[in-house]
Protein backbone atom coordinates (compact mmCIF):
# COMPACT_ATOMS: atom_id res chain seq x y z
CA UNK A 1 0.00 0.00 0.00
CA UNK A 2 3.07 2.39 1.13
CA UNK A 3 4.66 1.43 -2.10
CA UNK A 4 1.70 2.50 -4.27
CA UNK A 5 0.75 5.47 -2.42
CA UNK A 6 4.44 6.47 -4.01
CA UNK A 7 3.86 5.50 -7.26
CA UNK A 8 1.07 7.72 -7.51
CA UNK A 9 2.74 10.75 -5.98
CA UNK A 10 5.70 9.70 -8.48
CA UNK A 11 2.74 10.10 -11.73
CA UNK A 12 1.64 13.26 -10.42
CA UNK A 13 5.10 14.79 -9.75
CA UNK A 14 5.94 14.21 -13.17
CA UNK A 15 2.43 15.43 -14.52
CA UNK A 16 3.65 18.60 -12.88
CA UNK A 17 6.76 18.68 -14.58
CA UNK A 18 5.23 17.79 -18.30
CA UNK A 19 3.18 20.87 -17.25
CA UNK A 20 5.84 23.25 -16.45
CA UNK A 21 8.04 22.40 -19.45
CA UNK A 22 5.12 22.85 -22.00
CA UNK A 23 4.45 26.24 -20.17
CA UNK A 24 8.18 26.89 -20.64
CA UNK A 25 7.79 25.51 -24.48
CA UNK A 26 4.88 28.12 -25.31
CA UNK A 27 6.78 31.20 -23.53
CA UNK A 28 9.82 30.62 -26.02
CA UNK A 29 7.87 30.24 -29.15
CA UNK A 30 6.34 33.57 -28.56
CA UNK A 31 7.80 36.39 -30.40
CA UNK A 32 9.39 39.47 -28.98
CA UNK A 33 7.07 41.27 -32.19
CA UNK A 34 3.79 39.67 -30.75
CA UNK A 35 4.73 40.50 -27.04
CA UNK A 36 5.44 44.35 -28.12
CA UNK A 37 2.22 44.44 -29.73
CA UNK A 38 0.63 42.86 -26.71
CA UNK A 39 1.96 45.61 -24.94
CA UNK A 40 0.34 47.79 -27.25
CA UNK A 41 -2.36 46.60 -26.94
CA UNK A 42 -2.35 46.85 -22.97
CA UNK A 43 -1.50 50.81 -23.79
CA UNK A 44 -4.53 51.02 -25.83
CA UNK A 45 -3.41 51.21 -29.04
CA UNK A 46 -5.75 50.12 -32.17
CA UNK A 47 -3.82 46.94 -34.04
CA UNK A 48 -3.23 49.95 -36.70
CA UNK A 49 -1.16 51.82 -34.27
CA UNK A 50 0.76 48.58 -32.96
CA UNK A 51 1.81 47.93 -36.77
CA UNK A 52 2.73 51.63 -37.39
CA UNK A 53 4.79 51.94 -33.96
CA UNK A 54 6.63 48.73 -35.23
CA UNK A 55 7.52 49.83 -38.48
CA UNK A 56 9.09 52.78 -37.13
CA UNK A 57 10.76 51.02 -34.95
CA UNK A 58 12.21 48.42 -37.73
CA UNK A 59 13.00 51.61 -39.67
CA UNK A 60 15.10 53.33 -36.69
CA UNK A 61 16.51 50.20 -36.30
CA UNK A 62 17.78 49.65 -39.92
CA UNK A 63 19.53 53.30 -39.52
CA UNK A 64 21.50 52.16 -36.37
CA UNK A 65 24.43 50.72 -36.61
CA UNK A 66 24.21 46.41 -36.15
CA UNK A 67 23.42 45.16 -32.64
CA UNK A 68 20.61 47.80 -31.34
CA UNK A 69 18.19 45.92 -29.43
CA UNK A 70 14.70 46.48 -29.18
CA UNK A 71 13.86 46.60 -25.69
CA UNK A 72 9.82 47.66 -25.66
CA UNK A 73 7.12 48.50 -27.79
CA UNK A 74 8.95 51.77 -28.44
CA UNK A 75 12.23 51.59 -27.14
CA UNK A 76 15.34 50.50 -28.67
CA UNK A 77 19.00 50.17 -26.82
CA UNK A 78 21.84 50.99 -28.71
CA UNK A 79 24.40 47.93 -29.35
CA UNK A 80 26.94 49.49 -26.85
CA UNK A 81 23.91 49.55 -24.08
CA UNK A 82 24.97 53.22 -23.46
CA UNK A 83 22.35 54.60 -25.06
CA UNK A 84 18.33 54.12 -25.11
CA UNK A 85 16.17 55.70 -28.27
CA UNK A 86 12.23 56.20 -27.81
CA UNK A 87 9.80 56.92 -29.98
CA UNK A 88 6.64 58.96 -29.41
CA UNK A 89 3.64 56.71 -29.27
CA UNK A 90 1.22 57.05 -31.84
CA UNK A 91 -0.72 60.43 -31.84
CA UNK A 92 1.63 61.78 -29.00
CA UNK A 93 4.46 64.69 -29.59
CA UNK A 94 6.58 63.89 -26.18
CA UNK A 95 7.96 60.53 -25.82
CA UNK A 96 7.57 58.45 -22.95
CA UNK A 97 8.00 54.76 -22.20
CA UNK A 98 4.80 53.11 -22.66
CA UNK A 99 3.81 51.94 -19.57
CA UNK A 100 4.78 55.43 -18.18
CA UNK A 101 1.83 57.21 -16.48
CA UNK A 102 0.12 59.83 -18.76
CA UNK A 103 0.31 62.80 -19.65
CA UNK A 104 3.75 63.21 -19.63
CA UNK A 105 4.84 66.80 -19.87
CA UNK A 106 8.14 67.51 -22.18
CA UNK A 107 10.47 68.49 -19.18
CA UNK A 108 9.28 65.13 -17.52
CA UNK A 109 10.53 63.14 -20.38
CA UNK A 110 14.20 63.37 -19.60
CA UNK A 111 14.77 61.36 -16.31
CA UNK A 112 17.38 62.62 -13.85
CA UNK A 113 21.05 61.67 -14.56
CA UNK A 114 20.59 61.86 -18.65
CA UNK A 115 21.55 64.42 -21.11
CA UNK A 116 18.19 63.79 -23.49
CA UNK A 117 18.52 64.92 -27.07
CA UNK A 118 15.21 64.80 -29.55
CA UNK A 119 14.75 65.09 -32.93
CA UNK A 120 11.49 67.46 -33.16
CA UNK A 121 11.38 71.21 -31.58
CA UNK A 122 10.27 71.73 -28.11
CA UNK A 123 11.80 68.43 -26.64
CA UNK A 124 9.65 66.45 -28.76
CA UNK A 125 9.44 63.75 -30.82
CA UNK A 126 12.61 60.98 -31.28
CA UNK A 127 13.97 61.20 -27.82
CA UNK A 128 17.38 59.51 -27.32
CA UNK A 129 18.50 59.16 -23.75
CA UNK A 130 22.62 59.54 -22.90
CA UNK A 131 23.82 58.06 -19.38
CA UNK A 132 27.45 57.14 -20.26
CA UNK A 133 30.19 59.79 -19.60
CA UNK A 134 31.42 59.39 -23.83
CA UNK A 135 31.80 60.59 -26.98
CA UNK A 136 28.59 59.40 -29.03
CA UNK A 137 28.18 60.12 -32.66
CA UNK A 138 24.88 59.94 -33.57
CA UNK A 139 25.71 58.67 -37.31
CA UNK A 140 26.02 55.64 -35.36
CA UNK A 141 21.99 55.99 -34.44
CA UNK A 142 21.22 58.22 -37.57
CA UNK A 143 20.65 60.79 -35.52
CA UNK A 144 22.99 62.81 -37.75
CA UNK A 145 21.71 66.40 -39.17
CA UNK A 146 18.53 65.78 -36.79
CA UNK A 147 19.37 66.97 -33.39
CA UNK A 148 16.42 69.81 -32.71
CA UNK A 149 16.92 70.24 -29.07
CA UNK A 150 17.83 68.90 -25.80
CA UNK A 151 17.63 68.90 -21.92
CA UNK A 152 20.24 67.95 -20.10
CA UNK A 153 18.96 66.67 -16.64
CA UNK A 154 22.74 65.34 -15.43
CA UNK A 155 23.71 65.89 -12.01
CA UNK A 156 23.87 69.73 -11.25
CA UNK A 157 26.01 71.70 -13.06
CA UNK A 158 27.33 68.91 -15.77
CA UNK A 159 27.46 70.32 -19.19
CA UNK A 160 27.82 68.94 -22.12
CA UNK A 161 29.78 69.62 -25.96
CA UNK A 162 27.94 69.30 -29.61
CA UNK A 163 30.50 68.71 -32.36
CA UNK A 164 29.89 68.62 -36.04
CA UNK A 165 31.33 66.34 -38.00
CA UNK A 166 33.84 68.20 -40.41
CA UNK A 167 36.37 65.58 -41.86
CA UNK A 168 37.42 65.90 -37.77
CA UNK A 169 35.01 66.31 -35.17
CA UNK A 170 34.85 70.52 -34.86
CA UNK A 171 33.63 71.35 -31.70
CA UNK A 172 30.67 74.23 -32.29
CA UNK A 173 29.23 74.44 -28.63
CA UNK A 174 28.66 73.94 -25.14
CA UNK A 175 25.33 73.65 -23.16
CA UNK A 176 24.68 75.59 -19.70
CA UNK A 177 25.10 73.46 -16.80
CA UNK A 178 22.34 71.00 -15.49
CA UNK A 179 19.79 71.45 -15.22
CA UNK A 180 19.51 73.15 -18.76
CA UNK A 181 17.69 72.96 -22.11
CA UNK A 182 17.78 74.48 -25.37
CA UNK A 183 16.29 74.15 -28.60
CA UNK A 184 17.45 74.78 -31.44
CA UNK A 185 14.93 75.97 -33.84
CA UNK A 186 15.85 79.01 -35.68
CA UNK A 187 20.13 79.08 -34.37
CA UNK A 188 22.45 78.07 -36.92
CA UNK A 189 22.78 74.23 -35.17
CA UNK A 190 19.14 72.69 -35.68
CA UNK A 191 19.30 69.81 -37.94
CA UNK A 192 23.48 70.42 -37.93
CA UNK A 193 25.27 68.72 -34.63
CA UNK A 194 27.05 64.86 -35.56
CA UNK A 195 28.28 64.21 -32.10
CA UNK A 196 27.91 64.96 -28.52
CA UNK A 197 29.92 64.48 -25.42
CA UNK A 198 27.39 65.14 -22.45
CA UNK A 199 29.45 65.44 -19.47
CA UNK A 200 32.66 67.66 -20.64
CA UNK A 201 32.39 68.77 -17.13
CA1 LIG B 1 26.42 68.02 -39.38
Known amino acids: MVKLR????????????????????????????????????????????????QSQVDDQMKRMKP??????????????????????????????????AEPISAFASCPYKYMCLYDGTGYTG??????????????????????????????????GDFYNWEEFWAWKFSSAGAYSQQSLLGSPYNNYIDGVYPCYN
Not at 19 to 26: D, Q
Not at 71 to 100: C, F, H, M, W, Y
Not at 148 to 158: A, D, L, W
Open 126 to 159: LMMQLYTCKFYNLGDVGLNDRLSSYINNQTPGTA
Open 67 to 100: GAVQVSANQIRTADGDALITLPLPGEKVARAINA
Open 6 to 53: RFFAFIGMAGTLAAISLGGASAASASPVNAYAAQAAAAGLTEQQSHSL
